[in-house]
């Protein structure tokens, strides 16, 4: 992801952000003043963003102040000209307590916001730190409207604030939400990375005039959807202002693949991955602890191999303990001087294709157009982003936002850098669920009534997924067990991972399977197009390509069912029947399968030439207890309840 997010608490306001962050990751000086630190550090002022600044009486584009920053996110969500309010208030004869409410937005809160940190892809800042200065000029306008349009898309499908007693009303902030955005222009290591911090206010007003809080936990629920927003939208703007092209391009191998820009060097991303090599090089170390880690009695203490949780986990540990201290920030034109020689220096890229850096990416732009056409099927879309989501998640279960984000990196891998028409990606989602997504969601609870959090699967026949979790009884395997020896002489175990010749072992990554589902899909898309065979049937041998071996219900070589039953039920329920009705479709539902048993047998009859006899008979008399009228039973209606799970198995919100 290109964007991270974390929350803003109000003593957190003091200590980071008031002294480094507003002035570029830098020291800031005691007693410095705001606008002077920025002016020494080189980065430019803060401005407020977010439609919901008129209600404070702020413009877009204002300067931000330290006064309205510590007033709305260091003195838990006060108005930002709350220190006005207040001396008018008491100018007025009012009370201390009634002045100091005036300036007040609702209640007082401890998170106060939250930090979103949006940076474009690395060929991008690459270009933007080794071109010239209308390279740069562009590239920074490309990244200001991506950063726009993603607070818009909080704004209006993702902020909430709750009320009620438990928050049971949740409502949308109708006049938008405030932030201030914040430019920083390297890393620690002191290489390019152009980045913004969006410091968004929690503080919203709902319609009847009063102010709330945004529940944090849904912007943490869309982070994935927000940068794959985000990392679309800038590519696009680049590729249409510049003249390149996106690739796709394998940063590890079976793992997803990141749009980058076409024709840019990658001796000069590893040049500007210091970092990366540092983090890597520790979380090998970490890996290596964490499959050898045993408990007192000898076990495991937690797997065998490395998962994709564990080590997205283990990586932010490693990014933490491999972090340098922070240095002191220098201006622009100075920083963009040293970047080029340290480029033509040590990168290893000969110096004329880092002086023309953006004519390389055209001409590889020109190739790659010429060859690959910018134009979105929503058709194979659909299937492709339904299956994608199915078999990255845990368990094949799966909320919208989910199919949102997998339908935008669908765009940007077609589009190769292309503008998409607007609510393409969500005609994509809505058709999908509509198509091929089952809603498996728990009626019965409040969040489970939310389109938000609605629960899916793929429109297709599964056994009960497994689970993935390592049974707390499983025995360790034999090469990671320790050796044996007395309790009082108890010693490391034998390391299972040679540094030089063996690996650490992983959990195998689904996306490879994936990849290939993928090109089966658009080999019979094709076919059942050009042949006028149904789609459902292609589909469906999509679908089982597509699923890890251990959820599949039948085998590939066998034709697919006629009718989905899960699917159908699922269906009819959302038509709301009533008990009695369910019931007669199950009835008739029996009286049909019945039939069609009566007819299998009669032609198996006739095909062998033998003559009814005393089984026809007991099999005719069940068919007519079968069709017979009976009372409904209450049991009957929890035989037509669709697989849901149940309270507290729900996958988390990671995508």
């Not at 630190?37 to 002022?45: D, K």
């Not at 349009?149 to 938008?176: S, T």
């Not at 040293?338 to 004519?359: M, P, Q, R, Y």
């Not at 498996?440 to 979790?469: C, H, N, Q, V």
């Amino acid at each position: 992801m290109t964007m991270d997010i974390a929350l803003i608490t109000a003593g957190q306001m003091y200590r980071y952000y008031l002294r480094q962050v507003v002035v570029g990751d830098g020291r800031r000086p005691a007693r410095t003043p705001l606008a002077k630190a920025q002016e020494e550090a080189g980065v430019p002022a803060g401005q407020w963003m977010g439609r919901g600044l008129a209600a404070l009486g702020l413009a877009a584009g204002d300067v931000v102040t330290e006064a309205q920053l510590r007033n709305l996110f260091g003195e838990r969500g006060r108005h930002p000209h709350a220190d006005l309010i207040e001396a008018d208030q008491l100018a007025a004869g009012k009370s201390p307590k009634a002045a100091w409410k005036a300036g007040a937005l609702g209640r007082r809160v401890k998170v106060t916001g939250a930090d979103l940190v949006l940076r474009p892809q690395p060929t991008v800042y690459l270009l933007w730190a080794l071109g010239d200065d209308e390279t740069r000029r562009v590239i920074e306008a490309a990244h200001e409207r991506a950063i726009a349009r993603v607070l818009e898309w909080i704004e209006d499908q993702v902020a909430v604030i709750r009320f009620g007693k438990d928050g049971i009303y949740q409502v949308r902030p109708p006049d938008g939400l405030v932030a201030a955005r914040f430019r920083h222009y390297e890393a620690r290591s002191g290489m390019p990375l152009l980045h913004d911090h969006l410091m968004l206010s929690v503080k919203g007003q709902r319609l009847d005039g009063k102010w709330g809080s945004v529940h944090s936990e849904v912007l943490f629920e869309n982070t994935v959807a927000a940068s794959a927003l985000y990392n679309e939208i800038v590519m696009a703007e680049v590729c249409e202002a510049l003249g390149p092209a996106s690739e796709p391009r394998t940063v590890t191998a079976g793992r997803r693949p990141v749009m980058e820009i076409a024709g840019v060097p990658h001796e000069l991303i590893r040049w500007i991955s210091q970092r990366s090599d540092q983090i890597a090089a520790c979380r090998a170390d970490l890996e290596h602890e964490y499959v050898t880690a045993v408990d007192d009695d000898g076990n495991l203490k937690f797997a065998p191999e490395v998962s994709e949780q564990a080590r997205a986990k283990l990586n932010r540990i490693a990014a933490k303990m491999t972090r340098p201290p922070k240095q002191q920030t220098r201006p622009l034109a100075q920083l963009r001087a040293w970047w080029k020689t340290s480029a033509i220096l040590t990168s290893g890229v000969a110096v004329d294709v880092i002086n023309s850096l953006l004519e390389h990416a055209r001409a590889a732009a020109a190739a790659i157009r010429a060859r690959v056409a910018a134009v979105v099927d929503v058709a194979l879309a659909v299937v492709d982003v339904t299956a994608m989501v199915f078999v990255m998640n845990k368990d094949g279960f799966f909320h919208r936002r989910h199919l949102l984000a997998e339908a935008r990196r669908h765009l940007a891998l077609v589009l190769r850098g292309r503008r998409r028409e607007l609510g393409l990606d969500e005609k994509i989602v809505d058709a999908a669920i509509a198509t091929h997504c089952l809603d498996i969601s728990e009626p019965k609870t409040l969040r489970g009534r939310m389109p938000a959090y609605r629960f899916y699967t793929a429109r297709w026949p599964l056994t009960d997924p497994p689970t993935r979790r390592r049974p707390p009884d499983a025995e360790p395997e034999a090469d990671h067990r320790p050796p044996p020896s007395a309790p009082a002489t108890r010693t490391r175990p034998a390391c299972p991972w040679n540094r030089r010749s063996g690996t650490i072992p992983r959990v195998p990554l689904l996306y490879d399977r994936v990849v290939i589902a993928s090109t089966v899909l658009g080999a019979r898309l094709r076919a059942a197009r050009r042949t006028g065979r149904a789609l459902y049937d292609d589909v469906v041998v999509h679908q089982q390509a597509a699923m890890p071996e251990q959820l599949l219900l039948f085998a590939q070589e066998q034709p697919p069912p006629a009718v989905d039953l899960a699917a159908l039920r699922t269906d009819l329920e959302a038509l709301e029947l009533t008990a009695e009705q369910l019931g007669y479709l199950s009835r008739a539902g029996q009286h049909l399968a019945a039939l069609r048993k009566d007819a299998n047998r009669r032609a198996h009859r006739a095909a062998t030439g033998s003559a009814p006899g005393a089984q026809d008979a007991a099999d005719a008399h069940r068919q007519d207890e079968a069709s017979a009228p009976r009372a409904h039973r209450e049991d009957d209606q929890r035989a037509h309840q669709p697989h849901q799970p149940g309270p507290g198995q729900s996958p988390g919100a990671r995508q």
